[in-house]
């Protein structure tokens, strides 16, 4: 069982007993995580004495005497193997929380991100025999989230990272960090924990003092700026391989430089959305930190190709993400990522780059086969070329993103090579003037249709679709889980039922595509493993097609047919019936579906976290 994804280990497991217990074997265990939602926890606590399951995650829990009962129940069971363990959103006391923790001895991994409530009073930890207690089962974490934590003070961060002795990682993201405290100081005094604020200066104390085990930081969504990143990136000892500056819009160029310059272990920097970062930051980045795996860059919108023309540098790079960076040429894109043959890239995300060419996606295609993540969404500019490219040489591609190329018709996904939508010149006069405008010579308005041009474009498409040359279909992406077709309204069901036949493909997104109930009645047959399917604005299905949906994808964990008016109350009958492992509905907008259906079905299913329902039936 250990060649199968975990969804299929999950089915396999239901075959026989016997293949049931060789899925609790703990090897197959390791990336398992076991979610337990506080509103939907029953009475009765799942059995867990056999499963040795490494990582427990109890979100949303609150203090009552149940949710208390599963909690401990859950550490108990799994503490000697338990590994990392999630508290995430839960609103626990002080003395639960020494209590749940105490039977973690073996932990290396705690998020409290979220955890308001645990940390309001300022008390956690106080008492001498709860800090020695957890300084015993706390030894062996080496990572913690504190994240989105708005009552935490400096008193109680230095008690939690005196526990936690041999931390590497730490969040502090959304964490309300005050940079300038001089005003807060008592009076005569120049330092002091604060017992209501989180000083910068009491985090920076810390980092000095761990500086010699600390390898990851994240300081996303703070104020931070060029002194106090400055003065983070210059501690002593201090050689980070990741740094998480997420949303940081106070950081400019000139920090940035330093910590180019000072951190050059760096294997992991996100930096999206750092909005002053220019090309002089990005380009030392690129010049200096040639250990990086990963780079991220979505929305720095300064940074033009100056400095993507750099990243031919960073030899070790295998994830980059540059979403959102409207500046960026084909020309500048392909000689930072193409140029370097060695760059063993697999992660890549453009969307949003509007300029990029098929020239670009042709060149990247055959310099990185080896892709596995591909993300070009909004990347207008894209057509049929690009299309037959990826289908032909990306053959471990995983994830696929196309949502809102246009240019993209079915001669593209069904493999005809240079094949594009003949650029379309109603409006415009014989020498290319707009008339639109008053700006034009030409005083016809109207033009006659000549059959010579029709015939012409007619023999070229012709010409195109009995060439000799191989076919390589979209389905030639054999290993694809994850297909984003949005709005591409070029396509058509004939293109659509041919190429929608992938054995692995676990999410598909098909919203505001022309498809009717045949194209889904045969994607359904063609792609069984599915367990997200987005149909949403498909205005042409109908109930026979939920019904295909529901009877036929029995892994289906969300299914969005909102704005789908054909549909009716049949429809939810299916999924109720059907659809036992539905977590999330979404069939907003449809005027043919009652309210009162959608109520029935929140009751009647009990694995449905999310439903969206908004002016269904016609009604706010």
């Known amino acids: 069982m250990r060649f199968l994804n975990v969804s299929d280990r999950k089915e396999a497991s239901l075959v026989c007993r016997t293949w049931y217990e060789a899925s609790l074997d703990p090897i197959l265990q390791r990336d398992i995580v076991i979610h337990f939602h506080g509103l939907s926890t029953h009475d009765q606590a799942p059995k867990l004495t056999r499963r040795k399951m ?111 002795t041999n931390l590497e990682k730490m969040s502090l993201s959304s964490s309300h960090i005050t940079f300038h405290t001089e005003a807060y100081l008592p009076r005569g005094k120049t330092r002091c924990a604060s017992s209501s604020l989180l000083t910068f200066r009491n985090i920076l104390d810390f980092i000095r003092l761990q500086s010699s ?39 400019e160029d000139v920090s940035i430089i330093a910590l180019a310059h000072k951190q050059k272990s760096l294997k992991i920097l ?4 750092c909005v002053n970062l220019t090309d002089a930051g990005v380009g030392a980045i690129a ?19 100056l400095a993507v023309k750099k990243f031919s540098l960073l ?54 086969p080896h892709l596995v993540h591909l993300d070009l969404g909004s990347c207008n500019q894209i057509s049929n070329l690009s299309v037959h490219e990826i289908s032909k040489s990306l053959k471990y591609l995983q994830f696929l993103r196309l949502a809102w190329c246009k240019k993209i018709t079915d001669l593209g996904i069904l493999g005809f090579e240079g094949t ?25 308005i109207f033009r006659k249709p000549t059959k010579k041009v029709e015939k012409k474009d007619s023999g070229n498409t012709n010409t195109n679709q009995k060439d000799d040359s191989p076919r390589y279909k979209l389905n030639n992406l054999t290993k694809l889980r994850d297909l984003d077709l949005a709005v591409c309204s070029n396509l058509t069901t004939i293109g659509l039922r041919q190429v929608l036949k992938f054995k692995e493909l676990r999410s598909l997104n098909l919203n505001l595509v022309p498809v009717d109930d045949a194209t889904v009645m045969s994607l359904t047959s063609h792609n069984p ?24 994808l029995p892994r289906l964990v969300s299914l969005d047919i909102s704005s789908c008016d054909k549909l009716t109350n049949r429809s939810m009958d299916f999924i109720m019936t059907y659809c036992k492992r539905l977590r999330m509905l979404d069939v907003s907008f449809c005027s043919n579906i009652s309210p009162s259906s959608v109520d029935m079905a929140e009751t009647a299913m009990r694995t449905l976290q999310s439903v969206h329902k908004r002016l269904v039936g016609g009604q706010p």
């Open 315 to 368: 030899s070790r790079l295998q994830v980059l993400d540059m979403s959102d960076m409207y500046q960026l040429m084909s020309s500048s894109a392909q000689e930072g990522l193409c140029k370097n043959v060695k760059m063993p890239l697999t992660y890549l995300n453009l969307s949003c780059c509007s300029l990029l060419t098929d020239v670009f996606v042709e060149a990247l295609c055959k310099t990185h």
């Open 270 to 273: 996100d930096i999206r959305e």
């Open 420 to 444: 594009a939508i003949p650029e379309i010149k109603h409006d415009h006069d014989e020498g290319g003037n707009c008339r639109c405008t008053r700006n034009y010579s030409s005083t016809t």
């Open 529 to 552: 493993s599915l367990e997200q399917l987005v149909l949403a604005k498909c205005s042409n299905i109908t109930d026979d097609a939920v019904e295909a949906i529901a009877k036929r």
């Open 54 to 164: 490494p990582h427990l995650m109890l979100d949303q829990f609150d203090n009552s005497l149940n949710a208390k009962s599963v909690v401990l129940r859950s550490c108990k069971e799994l503490s000697e193997n338990l590994k990392s363990l999630s508290l995430k959103g839960s609103n626990i006391t002080e003395s639960t929380f020494v209590e749940i923790l105490s039977h973690c001895t073996s932990l290396t991994s705690l998020d409290l991100s979220c955890c308001n409530s645990l940390f309001l009073s300022g008390k956690l930890l106080e008492m001498n025999s709860d800090m020695q207690t957890l300084k015993v089962s706390l030894k062996n974490v080496t990572s913690l989230n504190l994240s989105s934590i708005r009552h935490l003070s400096d008193s109680v961060f230095n008690r939690i990272v005196t526990v936690c």
């Open 287 to 305: 010049a200096n930190l040639l250990k990086l795996e990963t780079l991220k860059l979505s929305k720095c919108r300064q940074v033009t190709g």
């Open 213 to 251: 085990k600390l390898i990851s930081l994240d300081f996303s969504r703070n104020p931070l700026d060029d002194d106090a990143l400055e003065a983070l990136v210059s501690c002593d000892d201090l050689f980070l391989e990741e740094l998480i500056l997420y949303n940081c819009k106070e950081i």
